[in-house]
């Protein structure tokens, strides 16, 4: 099992920044790709970023292509999410999650955290 916890979110306004932290712990946390999604109300959950375990490879959503970057810290078994220029459609809760291997589906993830909120206002 790995247990995943993130933290960072809170109320900003549009444009601003904000940096998503999630600490995995548990069983080999570090060798797993990471990946972030998010949930708006009403709508499904969605991929945002992921990144692999080995080589550090990312992959990220169109909407936020430019705007957010995934990274990890092996050795503390962190991943975060920089995000710029936050718009108020990025508002959701954002969750962290942990797999095999890196994809844009939730079925790639075996993992999940509770989810941290991120509201933007205009």
């Known amino acids: 099992q790995v247990q995943l916890v993130e933290s960072g979110g809170g109320l900003v306004q549009a444009g601003d920044s904000l940096r998503l932290s999630c600490a995995a712990s548990g069983r080999t946390g570090s060798r797993y790709a990471m990946g972030w999604f998010r949930q708006a109300p009403g709508k499904e959950r969605e991929f945002v970023a992921g990144?692999?375990?080995?080589?550090?490879?990312?992959s990220y959503a169109d909407s936020v292509k430019g705007r957010f970057t995934i990274s990890r810290d092996n050795a503390k078994d962190t991943v975060y999410l920089q995000m710029n220029k936050l718009k108020p459609e990025d508002t959701a809760v954002y969750y962290c999650?942990?797999?095999?291997?890196?994809?844009?589906?939730?079925?790639?993830?075996?993992?999940w955290g509770q989810g941290t909120q991120v509201t933007v206002s205009s």
């Open positions: 999650a942990a797999g095999v291997g890196i994809g844009n589906t939730r079925s790639s993830y075996d993992f």
């Open positions: 990144i692999s375990w080995r080589s550090g490879r990312t």
